[in-house]
């Protein structure tokens, strides 16, 4: 079955190339874990200098988790102006007169946040409950763009690494020599499919429990389906790594695709709020493969979805699977026209 | 051009009005010639004068722009076909990473070789290319002779009756040399129809027949010695310059 000796024979030289397995292996854990060290820290407290504030409001302020120091009015402009405090509050006339350092809009939006929920609760006693549907509360973003992250990780590694062993096929000439045995050129390329895709059932597998299991990202949903769509991710990639491998002449040009195939879609995954684009920019996400991976990672990581809801983002990936092995077949007639 | 078999032997190549470009520069014009069964064909010509086109137009592997190519009677490019061919390509293809076994298997499987048979066969070929002490060894650490060898193992792996060898003894020591040509007439006297390329004047006188390629034209064809007497030269290279037209 020359099928299986393909697929034996790409194993074979993965062994051979340590180098490669640890790229793909470790490479993306590195990565995953230093993200979720950064972006997995808890809410920000925001720094917070008073003057002149009433008592129940600086209580209040500290209910909302901020650190709050009281100043004279000096001494605030002051450690506002080094970036001790995020901001300074400064009673006149009773009216809250807030003074932000202002370089970085989030912790400024946290402070206003946090100081008209306390101005609200100093007035008047109100005791709001917050329900989620999905999520908890104080989900950190790693836990919001993990699932579009492992998504991602799998993708690139995949992509790169199997259009560069396809591209080395053809640079060497082991191509040209394998189209004068009577292998089939859908036999070659499902050997490529097969043999990437045992390996790549290891990387998914790998890079999904450790997010999950080591990282503790967050995952209501079914471990079985996240590897499905992992798997199906580096199908994806695999067979469009091959494809573009015939547009290449080196390594390097292969690494020049990075910002064409792969960064685009990284934007349009919903790794960045789209929902303000204009609606036919919107659409370009629905041509991205990894639209449809993060938008089935996230329904079945942090919204528990099944099958059901996932089964499109199935279809679709299977489709362009499809869709790149039937073209890589094609274009291997360039070597050999039977 | 001229014809030298008087004995009407069978044919195993029939290459009939061949033409063959690239990117619309020419590289093979009306090539006419048969290959004769059990016999050595060599094609001697510079390099760029086409010889690796024409033989892989010969072993079916590329689609020719018009004229045919018959092999064992049957058309070529043929998928069917190519298991009656072994080709060596000019390139070493070889997997760097993989061990000379591992090469040996992969292909072997290409053509369809059962498990026993690979095994049987890997011994074989290895012992005929002297490399079987190197059978672990990682290809990348080969040099480029021990290269050529298993190319050249890999290409005898499957007994095909047709052989197309595109240079095969470059990098070769001339000791190993000898060796491989032994094994090229042995081949010959078991009935394979062999094809080799080379741009070395002396291998040429080796070959039981020799076509001459310049340019992408087939200048001469026949045995070394009807191509010295016909051109009245005394070594295989005057008779180049001869047909090629430089030489009255």
């Not at chain 1, 040009?253 to 684009?277: E, H, N």
């Amino acid at each position: 079955m020359r099928v299986r000796a393909v697929m034996v024979r790409i194993l074979r030289q993965l062994k051979h190339d340590k180098r490669t397995i640890g790229l793909m292996l470790f490479a993306p854990i590195l990565v995953l874990t230093l993200m979720s060290f950064v972006f997995g820290g808890s809410t920000y407290h925001p720094k917070i200098g008073v003057v002149n504030a009433p008592l129940n409001f600086v209580n209040s302020l500290e209910e909302g988790d901020a650190v709050v120091t009281r100043y004279s009015d000096a001494d605030s402009e002051q450690a506002l102006y080094k970036g001790d405090i995020d901001a300074k509050i400064d009673f006149q006339n009773g009216v809250p007169h807030v003074k932000l350092e202002g370089s970085d809009p989030t912790k400024s939006k946290a402070v206003i946040a946090l100081v008209k929920s306390a101005s609200l609760r100093s007035s008047v006693a109100v005791q709001m409950k917050v329900q989620y549907l999905f999520g908890y509360k104080d989900m950190s973003s790693f836990d919001s763009f993990g699932p579009i992250l492992i998504g991602f990780f799998v993708f690139f590694f995949v992509f790169l690494v199997s259009g560069i062993a396809f591209l080395g096929e053809r640079n060497s000439g082991t191509l040209e020599r394998l189209m004068a045995t009577p292998v089939k050129r859908w036999e070659i390329v499902m050997g490529y499919v097969l043999g990437f895709g045992v390996f790549t059932v290891l990387q998914s597998a790998l890079i999904a429990w450790f997010s999950i299991y080591i990282l503790h990202i967050m995952m209501v949903g079914s471990f079985a389906l996240v590897l499905l769509i992992t798997i199906l991710t580096a199908m994806t990639a695999l067979t469009i790594g091959i494809f573009i491998s015939a547009f290449a002449n080196n390594e390097l040009q292969m690494i020049q695709f990075v910002p064409i195939i792969i960064v685009p879609q990284i934007f349009f995954s919903g790794l960045f709020d789209l929902s303000t684009m204009a609606g036919w920019l919107q659409v370009i996400g629905r041509f991205t493969p990894l639209w449809y991976v993060a938008d089935a990672l996230r329904s079945i990581m942090i919204r528990g979805k099944g099958w059901s809801d996932i089964s499109f983002d199935v279809l679709v990936l299977s489709l362009i699977c499809l869709f790149f092995i039937i073209v890589n077949v094609i274009t291997l007639k360039k070597y050999r026209r039977i | 051009m001229e014809r030298g078999k008087s004995v009407p032997d069978e044919i195993a190549i029939e290459v009939k009005h061949l033409n063959k470009s690239f990117d619309k520069k020419q590289i093979l014009y009306d090539i006419n010639l048969d290959v004769h069964k059990a016999k050595i064909l060599g094609l001697l010509g510079p390099s760029g004068s086409g010889k690796t086109t024409l033989v892989k137009l010969m072993a079916g592997i590329d689609t020719p722009d018009n004229g045919e190519v018959y092999v064992l009677g049957q058309k070529v490019p043929n998928l069917k076909m190519l298991n009656k061919i072994g080709y060596m390509a000019q390139a070493d293809a070889l997997y760097g990473e993989l061990t000379a076994e591992e090469n040996l298997k992969f292909f072997a499987s290409m053509y369809g070789l059962s498990k026993a048979e690979q095994k049987k066969r890997i011994e074989e070929v290895m012992d005929l290319v002297n490399l079987h002490d190197n059978l672990k060894i990682q290809v990348k650490k080969y040099s480029g002779g021990m290269k050529r060898r298993l190319s050249l193992a890999i290409a005898l792996l499957h007994e095909p009756p047709i052989l197309v060898l595109d240079e095969p003894t470059v990098g070769i020591d001339p000791v190993l040399r000898i060796s491989i040509w032994n094994e090229l007439y042995a081949l010959c006297k078991s009935g394979s129809t062999i094809i080799v390329t080379t741009h070395v004047m002396d291998e040429a006188e080796k070959c039981h027949e020799l076509g001459m390629l310049r340019e992408g034209r087939l200048i001469a064809l026949g045995t070394p010695e009807e191509i010295l007497r016909e051109s009245h030269s005394k070594t295989i290279e005057e008779a180049f310059l001869y047909y090629g037209g430089v030489r009255k």
